[in-house]
């Protein structure tokens, strides 16, 4: 089992930053794949942005790309987002996955994490 535990997320206007985290606990996250995905109301959950630790790379999705960025820390075991330049269309329930295999943004995902609301008025 593998269990994420996100922190971070709130409140920013346009133009802001923020950072979430994802603390990956019962598994080396290094031999699983990683990935941050978000959910606005009446919308479908969409993958944003991806880390595949046994083929070294990143994908983002056009819409946050020079914008987000995926990270991780090794020793503490953490997965990241940081998120720049927000805009109201960010708004959204931002959720931590993980996965054994490698699967692409718009499938299916094994492990998620609590959630966390990232809110940006404009």
């Known amino acids: 089992q593998v269990l994420l535990v996100q922190s971070g997320g709130g409140s920013v206007q346009a133009g802001g930053s923020l950072k979430l985290s994802c603390a990956v606990v019962?598994?080396?996250?290094?031999?699983?794949?990683l990935g941050w995905f978000r959910q606005a109301p009446g919308k479908e959950r969409e993958g944003i942005a991806a880390?595949?630790?046994?083929?070294?790379?990143?994908i983002y999705v056009d819409s946050v790309k020079g914008r987000f960025t995926i990270s991780e820390d090794n020793a503490k075991n953490t997965l990241y987002l940081q998120m720049n330049s927000l805009k109201p269309e960010d708004t959204a329930m931002y959720l931590c996955?993980?996965?054994?295999?490698?699967?692409?943004?718009?499938?299916?995902?094994?492990?998620w994490g609590q959630g966390t609301q990232v809110t940006v008025s404009s």
């Open positions: 996955a993980a996965d054994f295999g490698t699967p692409p943004l718009g499938g299916r995902w094994n492990y």
């Open positions: 019962g598994y080396a996250y290094s031999s699983v794949s």
């Open positions: 880390l595949y630790t046994g083929i070294g790379n990143t």
